[in-house]
């Protein structure tokens, strides 16, 4: 019986993922667009490679401060410093048996947008299908 319940929610939870398959429109909440139709892409920030041009940067502000074109495209390049991968592929960057990816960043970049666009392909049976349930935790 137990077993069946958990069937049934997850169940649940992928029709609730399906029908939150739409973006409103902030300024008409009657306008609404397809999830699938939003522009997603998606970018690791190693941070490694981060860190050492942030100690590229430093060093090179204590030579020279007055140079401050050339930091600021130093700046530029430290959070220039991504891998762009393919949605599907996410989880193979993962180093251990957790399949687990964190969605960080500033306000407004979309990462709730993104995290509903991958709920919403898995419950259309788009992504990872291996899996019988995919939490979304906003």
């Known amino acids: 019986e137990s077993q069946s319940e958990s069937n049934h929610l997850f169940e649940w939870i992928k029709e609730?993922?399906?029908r939150n398959g739409r973006i409103e429109c902030l300024m008409n909440p009657a306008k609404f667009y397809s999830i699938e139709q939003s522009y997603i892409n998606l970018a690791i920030?190693?941070?490694?490679?981060?860190?050492e041009k942030e100690k590229e940067l430093r060093d090179a502000s204590k030579v020279d401060a007055s140079?401050?074109?050339?930091?600021?495209g130093s700046f530029e390049e430290i959070y220039g410093t991504k891998t762009i991968i393919d949605i599907k592929n996410i989880f193979?960057?993962?180093?251990?048996?957790q399949n687990q990816v964190?969605?960080?960043?500033?306000?407004?970049?979309g990462k709730s947008t993104f995290c509903r666009y991958i709920?919403?392909?898995w419950a259309m049976g788009s992504y990872?299908?291996?899996?019988?349930?995919l939490a979304l935790i906003p």
């Open 128 to 133: 990872w299908t291996q899996y019988q349930l």
């Open 67 to 72: 140079n401050v074109d050339a930091l600021m």
């Open 102 to 109: 964190l969605v960080f960043g500033r306000a407004g970049i």
């Open 16 to 18: 609730e993922y399906q």
């Open 92 to 97: 193979e960057t993962c180093k251990n048996q």
């Open 45 to 51: 920030v190693e941070i490694k490679k981060q860190q």
């Open 119 to 121: 709920a919403y392909q």
